[in-house]
């Protein structure tokens, strides 16, 4: 048992962390606002309650509406029943409630060997982070995707594969970022987990088309395929390889050819390094490289989406990478991209405005794997059979030194 004062000191330097933590976010960042909590809030009140349609409604004084499938919308739908101040209350519930699922599934065994103290220095260091308290700040959904997501690794990495791809599968139909993890399945060749994915998703979609089947028409006919409606592709929040084309090239909609390439060539590198992943029972290392990889080839990655880095940073921290975690983690943290919010020519512009994105594919290209969990059964079926005793004539080898392991409301 720790020594009252020890206890004391730790308490105390949780305060000071909490209030640091708080000044900084209400004078540094940019309040959002609960911008696109609006966004949902009001759609679906108009949805409900005055005939509205879910893609004809606009925040008063803006050009900015609903842009995720139909299923999205139905799910929001206890919305329309209570007040704006309860949906904010119930949003920062749900947000801090899918902050705690996450870090316990990615770095809970070592929080608990330094108890409440361990929880409480990774809540603030999640406060700090960029995506994170845009994600809270705007209302976002990103933490409520990626808790579905993580569901889905825990379930598959401790044996309990029943209920595999249920997550996966919501979070696709609620936006289609997260399907990209369907791939990650077929890869690992967890062939029921992918298909019961892929039939969540497709029961939720045609659930929506027959709730709401003028407003499925559209989006999968039309807004879909419209980036126009998400935001200006340009616009220094949009960390995707499209966002750097387009920031390169200044017009809207930059060369698809070379775009294609781009996403072919991260589509690649994805499929290599996560089969080295899996071949390694490193489950963590495979969800995280998916989350990059969504990230770089989706046309529009708002700086909040980039919540997907976290199981990234949790790859650095079990392999020991703290002092490039530290780093990338304070480049994250400050906001850097919006020096070029005017202006992002120049090669300060290129480098500086795109500076999540050069994080995001530095973490593709070198994010350590081959890291599997002691602890738990691994992600890959071929790394889960028992290896072979030693021979009582031979000694047996060495351990392995793997550690156990204001925008659019997009």
Not at 174 to 188: E, M, N, R
Request: glycine residues 8%; positive net charge.
């Amino acid at each position: 048992m720790r020594p009252p004062r020890t206890e004391r000191g730790r308490l105390l330097l949780v305060l000071c962390l909490t209030a640091a933590v708080a000044v900084f976010t209400a004078t540094v960042p940019l309040l959002r606002g609960w911008f696109d909590l609006r966004v949902y809030y009001g759609t679906v009140d108009a949805w409900m309650h005055h005939g509205g349609r879910i893609y004809d409604y606009r925040v008063p004084g803006t050009t900015y509406g609903f842009t995720y499938p139909p299923f999205a919308a139905l799910s929001m739908v206890p919305m329309a029943f209570v007040g704006l101040g309860v949906a904010i209350a119930v949003t920062l519930v749900l947000n801090l409630a899918a902050v705690v699922f996450a870090l316990w599934i990615l770095v809970g065994q070592e929080l608990r060997r330094y108890g409440w103290f361990g929880w409480a220095l990774a809540g603030c260091a999640l406060a700090m982070l960029e995506p994170v308290r845009d994600t809270f700040s705007f209302g976002q959904v990103n933490l409520l995707l990626l808790a579905l997501v993580l569901s889905d690794a825990w379930l598959l990495s401790s044996g309990r594969e029943r209920w595999a791809g249920v997550g996966i599968g919501l979070a696709a139909a609620v936006k289609l970022t997260p399907a990209v993890f369907i791939g990650l399945l077929l890869l690992a060749r967890r062939w029921r987990a992918a298909a019961v994915a892929t039939a969540v998703a497709t029961a939720a979609t045609a659930l929506a088309a027959w709730a709401a089947p003028d407003a499925s028409r559209f989006y999968w006919t039309h807004a879909v395929w419209d980036t126009t409606r998400v935001g200006h592709l340009e616009y220094v929040s949009n960390q995707s390889l499209q966002g750097v084309l387009a920031r390169l090239a200044a017009p809207d909609d930059p060369s698809r050819a070379v775009w294609a390439l781009g996403v072919v060539l991260v589509l690649a590198v994805w499929v290599w390094r996560t089969h080295r992943a899996l071949r390694a029972g490193d489950w963590r290392a495979a969800f995280a490289l998916t989350g990059l990889t969504a990230c770089l080839v989706s046309p529009i990655t708002w700086v909040h989406h980039l919540v997907w880095l976290l199981p990234s940073f949790a790859v650095l921290v079990h392999g020991r990478r703290l002092r490039l975690a530290g780093a990338m983690y304070v480049v994250l943290c400050s906001s850097v991209v919006w020096l070029w919010f005017d202006d992002a020519s120049g090669v300060d512009g290129f480098l500086g405005s795109n500076a999540y994105v050069w994080i995001t594919l530095s973490l593709l290209l070198r994010l350590p794997v081959g890291q599997p969990r002691v602890d738990r059964p691994p992600f890959s079926r071929r790394a889960s059979t028992s290896a072979p005793a030693p021979t009582p004539t031979a000694p047996a080898s060495a351990p392995g030194s793997g550690q156990p392991a204001p925008s659019p409301s997009s």
